[in-house]
């Protein structure tokens, strides 16, 4: 009778159970933004504190379950006990019962919450014993040639980025190496950072609140308007890791990514070197030449930077190495190869850090998806462009309140359509 019943709820349990735990293989844990798989110190405190709290929620489901399913068999009606009350009188509460009760309650509580708070101290700022002594350039090798002063700038201190949210895109500013957005050098939608490494990360916003997240490497503080937050990451492993506004905040939040690239120190140096190159100039009577007419000509400079061509803008994303960046538009769009991309994942035992290099087709064909977008096309065009990102802030005029120009849009042919994007595929 009773094995019956067991075999009963059995049948019943386990494919509830199998179900539950099919996606729970190894390859699932790999995918692109996931927390299971920790790539750095401050990652790794925050999944062993979730692993805490599980281990302990365990517990307490195996003594709850298991008391209610004891019950329920114990006192389960049986043959004869139709002449028994209905009903049994209550019981008056047992002291020992109920203060050993409050005693496991706050006991859990306190379980859970040293972890916790020991974690949000360790992660609001660099921890001491992680701030190098003396220069720093034994961990930023110097390349031939390297970033002036690159190791000076650094010296006795950790690397220091900050990061601003904007409807809906990341900012990322180097101000140890003058990448900043006053000096119109700053870096959106990518964030490069070496490897084993300590950064501080400063968080402000210009507008809403945003909230800054790489689930592999550190997350997630908010970035507020007017206050100035903080945290640190540091990522064991290169490769591209991808990040996530997690704090809803407007039309286009759910397309506000950001990238995160972890290079090699020397080649960190190399990048950093690259960001303070200004644009070179396009030959003469080519195709980007004229793009780059346009670029003013269509009022693309009023929001963007180009350093060495326009220095103006300061309201869009900087441009002056769009063309070497691996994502466009608030890194929604991917400019590598789908299938170069899954081919190298495959190689790499499906890991998702590991990145095909840029696609030029699929580069091009995105400037021009997205610059076409927000129905800035001639009525010329096959068909009607929609926008890439709902609300997104470009060719959004009304934010310079000039009378009559909020009735003005650019208007391009696909043949300017194109110019501009060969003129911004020579920005590398
Ligand atoms: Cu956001």
Redesign the pocket.
């Known amino acids: 009778m009773m094995s019956r019943f067991i075999a009963r709820v059995g049948l019943l349990v386990l494919p509830v159970i199998a179900l539950l735990t099919a996606g729970c293989s190894e390859a699932d844990l790999k995918v692109r933004q996931s927390t299971f798989d920790a790539k750095g110190p401050v990652a790794r405190m925050q999944y062993d504190i979730f692993m805490d709290s599980v281990y302990l929620v365990t517990v307490l489901f195996a003594i709850v379950g298991g008391l209610l399913v004891y019950a329920v068999i114990r006192f389960r009606a049986r043959p004869g006990d139709e002449n028994k009350p209905a009903i049994v009188e209550d019981g008056h509460g047992n002291p020992v019962t109920e203060i050993l009760l409050i005693v496991a309650s706050i006991g859990a509580l306190v379980f859970l919450a040293i972890p916790t708070l020991k974690g949000i101290w360790y992660q609001d700022d660099v921890p001491e014993d992680r701030v190098p002594a003396g220069r720093l350039s034994v961990w930023y090798p110097r390349v031939e040639g390297g970033v002036e002063n690159y190791a000076e700038a650094v010296k006795d201190q950790v690397l220091e980025i900050d990061v601003v ?4 895109w ?1 900012r990322f500013e180097y101000p140890q190496f003058g990448l900043t957005n006053d000096g119109r050098r700053s870096v959106p939608n990518e964030l490069v950072i070496p490897k084993g490494v300590p950064v501080r990360i400063n968080l402000r ?1 210009e507008d ?4 800054f997240w790489i689930p592999k490497v550190a997350g997630k503080v908010d ?1 507020m308007p007017g206050r100035r937050n903080r945290m640190w990451i540091q990522a064991d492993e290169t490769g591209h890791y991808y990040g996530q ?6 039309d286009s ?1 759910a397309y ?1 990514l950001f990238r995160c690239e972890v290079l090699e120190p020397a080649d960190f140096a190399r990048w950093v070197r690259a960001q303070k190159q200004d644009a070179p100039e396009p030959p003469a009577g080519s195709k980007a030449a004229e793009g780059k007419a346009l670029f003013a000509a269509k009022t693309c400079a009023m929001c963007h930077n180009v350093s060495g061509h326009f220095g103006a803008g300061a309201f869009g994303p900087d441009l002056t190495h769009v063309a070497s960046r691996k994502s466009l538009a608030g890194a929604w769009l991917d400019n590598r190869n789908p299938e170069a991309q899954r081919a190298a994942e495959a190689a790499a035992g499906g890991n998702t850090e590991a990145s095909a290099p840029v696609d030029r087709a699929v580069q091009k064909a995105n400037l021009i998806r997205w610059i076409g977008s927000s129905g800035v096309l001639h009525a010329e065009a096959a068909e009607p462009t929609r926008d890439v990102k709902p609300g997104n802030r470009m060719h959004y005029y009304k934010m310079f309140n000039v009378a009559g120009l909020n009735e003005t849009k650019t208007k391009l042919t696909p043949s300017e359509l194109d110019a501009l994007a060969e003129y911004l595929l020579t920005l590398k």
């Open positions: 949210g904007k409807q809906w990341f916003s809403v609140i945003h909230s970035l506004c997690a704090e809803f905040c407007g939040h506000m």
